[in-house]
C-alpha cells in the first residue's frame, strides 16, 4: 500500500494553514482590544473634559437640599421624597449627600461614580457571557460589542452630568437583579436579594417598576414548580411593593402630563421606537423609529425561536445566559413603554431622541445581538432552533448567515455611532462652555460674554435665576468655590 506523502515545506497547504492561523490569532488579539479600548477612552475623555460646575437639574435638586441642610435648618426626609419630575430619587440625592459631606460638592466626582456604575455594569454582563454556551469565537465578539455598547461615547451629556446617576445605577441594580433571576436554583438568600434590589431600583428612579413587574411575571412562571414558596414570598413582596409604589405616585403631582396614548396609539408606537432606536440616530426620528422597530422584531424572532426550541427539542437547552439576555431585552422595551407613558403626550416622539434614553436603549442592542452569536456559535442551537413548523433545506446555514450579517451590521453600527470625531469634539465642546461657566460664577457679578454664554449653559436664564445659590456655594465653599482662598470666599455679592 503506497504511503501518502508528507507535504513539503514549500506546499500551499501549510502556507494557507499559516496564514489562517495568523489571520485568526490576529482578529482576537484586535477584538481583545476593542473590548478593553472603549473604557479607557471613555475614561481619559472624561478625566479631560469633566468640569466642577452645577449643570441644571443639579441647581434645582443638589444645591437647595444643602441650603437647607446648612443654612436655614429646614431640612427634613420629606426633602428626599420631593419630586424630581416623573421619578423618585431618593437614593440618588442621599449618594449626593454624601459626596457633598466627603468632597466638598465636588461635581467631577460624580461624574466618575456614573463611570463606576457603568463599569460594575460591564463586569456583571461579562461574567454571564463567560459562563455561557458561547465557543471563545462568539464570547469575544460578544465582548467587544459589549463593551462598545456599554462605553459608548453618544451620551456625552449624560457621562458629564452629575445627576444622571438615577439612571447608571438603577441599570446596574435591574441588572445584577435579573441576573440572580436567571438562575435555575433561587435560594431564600437569592430571593432576598432580589426583593432588595427592587427596592433600591425604585427608589432610584420610576424606570425601577419595569424591574418590578418582570420579578413578578417571572417568579410566577419560572419557577411555579421549583422553589415555589421562596418565589410566592418574592412575588408577593414585589406586588406590595408596585401598590404602594402607584398610590404613592397617584398621591403626588407630578410635572408631567401622564396619559396612555397621548397622541393615539401610532404615536406612542413611535415613541417606543424611537427612544429603542436612539442610539442609531439622535438627529432624525424616522432613522429612530426604524431602528427601534428592527431591534423589536429581531428580539421578538429571537424570543420565537427560543419557545420553539423548548417545543420542539423536548429538553432544556435555554441556559441562564440566554434567559438573562432575553430578561435585559424585556427591561429595555419596559422602560421605553414607561417612558412613552409619561411623556409621549406631553411631547411627542422627538422628545425620545435624548442622550439619557441610550444607556436603556443599548441593552435591547446587546439581548439582539448575544441572540444573533448564539444561532451563529452554538451548533446545537441552531439545528434545535426551528420553531413549530418551519423548515427548509439547508437551515442551519442559512440562519448562521443571516445571524452573521445582522450581527456584523450591529457590530459596525454600534463602532460608527459610539466611537467618532464628533462626540470628542462634542466632549471638548462641554469643557470650553463650562469652563467659562466657572471663570462667570468666580468673577459674578462682572463677566465676559463667553462667561455669560457658559452660565446660561448650565442654567436657563443665566446667573441671575441662581444668585442666592451661587453666594450659599461660595459663602461654604462648595463646587467650583472649593478650591477659592477664604478671605475671596467670605465676600458677598
Not at 419630586?83 to 466618575?112: C, K, Q, Y
Not at 408577593?236 to 404613592?248: D, R
Not at 397622541?263 to 429612530?288: D, Q
Request: proline share 4%; with cysteine.
Amino acid at each position: 500500500m503506497r504511503r501518502l506523502e508528507q507535504p513539503s515545506k514549500e506546499s500551499p497547504i501549510l502556507f494557507i494553514n499559516r496564514f489562517v492561523h495568523l489571520f485568526r490569532q490576529s482578529t482576537y488579539g484586535a477584538l481583545r482590544i476593542l473590548t478593553v479600548l472603549p473604557p479607557l477612552v471613555l475614561f481619559y475623555l472624561v478625566y479631560r473634559n469633566s468640569v466642577n460646575v452645577p449643570h441644571w437639574d443639579e441647581w434645582e435638586f443638589i444645591v437647595p437640599l444643602l441650603q437647607k441642610l446648612k443654612g436655614d435648618g429646614s431640612f427634613g426626609l420629606e426633602l428626599l421624597w420631593s419630586e424630581s419630575g416623573d421619578h423618585v430619587i431618593v437614593i440618588p440625592r442621599l449618594i449626593m449627600l454624601l459626596v457633598a459631606h466627603a468632597t466638598g460638592l465636588n461635581f467631577s466626582f460624580l461624574h466618575f461614580l456614573n463611570l463606576g456604575f457603568v463599569l460594575v455594569t460591564f463586569l456583571l454582563i461579562l461574567s454571564v457571557v463567560r459562563d455561557s454556551p458561547l465557543n471563545s469565537t462568539g464570547r469575544i465578539l460578544v465582548l467587544s460589542l459589549t463593551s462598545i455598547v456599554n462605553f459608548s461615547l453618544q451620551p456625552v451629556g449624560v457621562y458629564l452630568w452629575g445627576m444622571s446617576i438615577y439612571i447608571y445605577l438603577t441599570i446596574l441594580l435591574c441588572v445584577a437583579a435579573l441576573k440572580v433571576l436567571s438562575q435555575e436554583d433561587v435560594t431564600w438568600f437569592e430571593g432576598l436579594l432580589v426583593v432588595v434590589l427592587n427596592q433600591l431600583a425604585l427608589l432610584t428612579s420610576i424606570d425601577g417598576l419595569a424591574m418590578l413587574v418582570m420579578t413578578i411575571l417571572i417568579g410566577g412562571i419560572k419557577f411555579r414548580e421549583s422553589r415555589r414558596r421562596v418565589w410566592l414570598a418574592v412575588s408577593t413582596t414585589a406586588s406590595v411593593q408596585l401598590a404602594l409604589m402607584v398610590l404613592l405616585l397617584s398621591r403626588r403631582k407630578l410635572g408631567i402630563d401622564i396619559s396612555l396614548f397621548g397622541h393615539g396609539p401610532i404615536e406612542f408606537a413611535r415613541y417606543v421606537c424611537a427612544y429603542l432606536g436612539v442610539g442609531v440616530s439622535m438627529k432624525n426620528v424616522r432613522y429612530a423609529v426604524v431602528g427601534g422597530a428592527t431591534l423589536m422584531i429581531l428580539f421578538a424572532a429571537n424570543l420565537v425561536f427560543s419557545i420553539g426550541k423548548l417545543l420542539k427539542a423536548g429538553v432544556r437547552i435555554i441556559g441562564e445566559a440566554d434567559q438573562f439576555f432575553v430578561f435585559i431585552g424585556c427591561f429595555s422595551i419596559g422602560t421605553a413603554l414607561l417612558t412613552a407613558i409619561g411623556r409621549e403626550g406631553a411631547y411627542g416622539a422627538e422628545q425620545a431622541l435624548t442622550d439619557r434614553y441610550i444607556p436603556y436603549a443599548g441593552l435591547l442592542i446587546l439581548s439582539v445581538s448575544y441572540g444573533m452569536a448564539r444561532l451563529m456559535y452554538c451548533h446545537h442551537w441552531r439545528t434545535a432552533a426551528l420553531p413549530l413548523r418551519i423548515e427548509w433545506p439547508n437551515s442551519p446555514r442559512v440562519i448562521r448567515a443571516i445571524s452573521a450579517l445582522l450581527f456584523a451590521m450591529a457590530w459596525l453600527l454600534a463602532i460608527d455611532r459610539s466611537f467618532n470625531s464628533d462626540n470628542v469634539k462634542e466632549f471638548e465642546t462641554y469643557r470650553w462652555v463650562r469652563e467659562d461657566a466657572r471663570m462667570g460664577l468666580l468673577h459674578a457679578p462682572q463677566f465676559t460674554a463667553a462667561e455669560k454664554f457658559g452660565l446660561e449653559h448650565i442654567y436657563p436664564g443665566g446667573y441671575e435665576p441662581i444668585k442666592s445659590r451661587v453666594e450659599f456655594m461660595k459663602r461654604e465653599r462648595l463646587g467650583p468655590f472649593k478650591d477659592m482662598p477664604e478671605k475671596q470666599s467670605a465676600l458677598r455679592y
